[in-house]
């Protein structure tokens, strides 16, 4: 936007985090559009020497637990992590101080769109014309994704850890993991089987019946001990969280249905908007994926073979759409807890960031030493049935 208004005011600092605020457009395809404020912070003092990592924070993500990045990280990196509108004070009082939710407006202000300009902005007055490292995890790896397809030329690299493509499962009609286990917990309630599919991290396919059943018991148990406040009392009035469960069921069909238990919390948080988009349809922006073909960077997917909230070979689709692509399948769940506990997990994270060969061989070599590492040749082991 003409004469948008790019001063950097530093706000607040604690530690080692540094608060930024940034004056953006309410909404950037509208000329006469107000300026509102959002926060990204930055470890340490920036240096434009070293790389440049943005780190989305997505309300989706909240939800469930931010993706850990280890300090040694920050001290090698810039490492952005940006508050940007999901966060904005400015923004989110403004739409509930209105009589009336409008949530095609909700939409708008709040779509993922909306934040890659936002995303951009920040990127061009840290950077100039250099080019940014993305670091995705989740449900911020699908926005961030969509950034890419706009920027391409903007981005070196993207790490995307478990992205959550609901849509490739869907228009794919892949099975998914959980839907033979929703039957056995039907004591649990929608968000709660969410919350447990989405932390899950053991192999319940390549075992007996007997032993998939033992398992299971035994998983339940602890999610009943960890007692997690996350997922199943959230504030479900929160619109951003809603605006991003609509953005996510969005491409599948048909609209705001679904059979799966899992997914029946995301389809709550997003119901008022496929309300109202069935009585009045308005323009979504999805991703288009082809246009991974033009990105000339490197994509590292690393995702869990035993994720119970997508199916897995998801990622072997979306390495499809990006010539210069990696793909890691790790013995892990959705959430990646095994891996982010790893004594290697920080160096892994360098490896890829810094784009080294060399340590790219040897933190690869320590996956498979440490069994983490889920080959290929092993999905056709997968048992579903028994």
Request: contains cysteine; charged residues 25%; hydrophobic residues 40%.
């Amino acid at each position: 936007m003409l004469g948008i208004c790019l001063g950097l005011l530093l706000v607040l600092q604690t530690g080692m985090e540094n608060i930024f605020s940034i004056q953006v457009p309410l909404d950037h395809f509208n000329s006469g559009s107000r300026e509102i404020t959002i926060d990204y912070s930055i470890s340490g003092i920036f240096d434009s020497s070293k790389p440049t990592v943005f780190y989305l924070e997505d309300p989706v993500d909240s939800a469930f637990g931010y993706l850990g990045i280890p300090t040694e990280l920050k001290s090698q990196f810039n490492i952005v992590s940006i508050q940007g509108r999901y966060q904005s004070n400015e923004l989110i009082d403004f739409l509930e101080n209105r009589n009336e939710s409008d949530w095609e407006l909700n939409y708008i202000l709040l779509n993922q769109r909306q934040v890659s300009e936002d995303l951009e902005l920040i990127r061009r007055k840290l950077l100039g014309n250099e080019k940014v490292t993305l670091l995705g995890y989740s449900s911020s790896a699908t926005v961030l994704h969509y950034y890419l397809s706009l920027y391409p030329d903007q981005v070196s690299t993207m790490i995307s850890l478990s992205p959550m493509f609901f849509d490739v499962e869907g228009n794919l009609s892949f099975w998914n993991q959980f839907s033979f286990i929703e039957e056995k917990v039907e004591y649990l309630g929608a968000d709660q089987i969410a919350d447990f599919a989405y932390y899950s991290k053991e192999d319940f396919f390549n075992s007996s019946k007997s032993e998939k059943d033992s398992l299971l018991f035994s998983a339940l148990n602890q999610f009943k001990t960890d007692k997690r406040l996350g997922f199943s009392e959230l504030k479900f009035k929160s619109i951003p969280l809603r605006v991003r469960a609509f953005e996510l069921l969005y491409p599948t069909a048909p609209f705001s249905e679904t059979t799966s238990k899992t997914l029946k919390s995301f389809l709550r948080m997003a119901s008022p908007i496929f309300d109202t988009f069935k009585k009045k349809t308005f323009l979504v922006y999805g991703l288009n994926f082809d246009k991974g073909l033009e990105f000339e960077g490197k994509v590292v997917f690393i995702g869990g073979a035993f994720d119970l909230l997508l199916n897995p070979k998801i990622l072997d689709v979306m390495a499809e759409f990006y010539p210069n692509s990696t793909l890691l399948q790790l013995r892990d769940g959705h959430a990646l807890r095994t891996f982010q506990s790893w004594d290697c997990y920080s160096a892994f994270l360098e490896a890829f960031i810094s784009n080294r060969q060399a340590s790219k061989i040897r933190v690869y070599e320590d996956l498979k030493k440490a069994h983490l590492l889920y080959l290929k040749s092993d999905y056709n082991s997968v048992k579903v049935k028994n």
